[in-house]
């Protein structure tokens, strides 16, 4: 049973550019969460997606957006990157929230995007 | 695998000794937590969790102690191994009218074991 995908590893881009990171969940998911985890920090959320639709959103502007696709996997994409925005980017997969069951998030490794 | 604990606070115990980190909270309407580990190269794993309506959950060498007074929860390791050594974050959930909520991570820990 594979547990949560992400690729690429590692990637490196210049101001400017648009990246676009992919995320398979864990079988049998069907939420997939976006992180981004600064070092040292502790990961933020950016956004949630269920049923092919964004269902919550952290503080993060609109260059961040995301797909799902009715496979469940899903893509984050970051327009007009900053220097800001090298980082850990992690995907996690999750059950629907059913009320009374335990919420738990399988997390990826990772994609590290370094922006030069 | 790259570092996730720059500049985190960093807690050094003995092999066989009892670890214990620490975790404020701030938002007073989380009602789930959930303690999660993390290696050097790898996204976090889920160690244990507990619900807002009980003070205190163990699992397998590991306990979670919840003081919603205070807003502090704990995660104690029992009888620490050098594969403990990783960043330990503390997660709260934010619920959302929609019924999907999210994830809110403290800063971390970083667990050095020795031999």
């Known amino acids: 049973d594979a547990g949560v995908t992400q690729s690429p590893t590692h990637l490196i881009k210049t101001r400017g550019q648009q990246v676009t990171l992919r995320c398979s969940p864990k079988s049998g998911h069907d939420t997939v969460s976006w992180y981004q985890q600064a070092l040292g920090q502790g990961p933020q959320f950016i956004f949630q997606y269920y049923e092919e639709e964004e269902r919550q959103r952290g503080n993060f502007p609109d260059r961040f957006s995301g797909h799902q696709f009715p496979n469940y996997s899903s893509e984050l994409n970051v327009n007009a990157l900053l220097l800001g925005d090298s980082a850990l980017y992690l995907c996690a997969s999750s059950p629907k929230l059913l009320a009374g069951v335990t919420y738990e998030q399988y997390f990826g490794p990772g994609t590290r995007l370094t922006v030069t | 695998g790259e570092s996730v604990g720059l500049h985190l606070p960093t807690l050094s115990v003995q092999e066989g000794d009892n670890s214990i980190i620490n975790c404020a909270y701030s938002?007073?309407?989380?009602?789930?937590f959930i303690w999660y580990k993390q290696e050097s190269g790898k996204g976090p794993q889920f160690i244990i969790d507990?619900?807002?309506?009980?003070d205190k959950r163990q699992g397998q060498r590991v306990t979670v102690l919840l003081n919603k007074t205070v807003k502090h929860l704990s995660l104690q390791i029992a009888a620490t191994q050098p594969g403990d050594s990783a960043v330990y974050f503390c997660?709260?959930?934010?619920?959302?009218?929609?019924?999907?909520?999210?994830?809110?991570f403290g800063k971390g820990t970083m667990l050095l074991v020795s031999p």
């Open positions: 997660a709260e959930k934010e619920s959302a009218d929609s019924g999907y909520s999210t994830l809110t």
């Open positions: 507990i619900r807002s309506n009980m």
């Open positions: 938002n007073s309407a989380s009602d789930y």
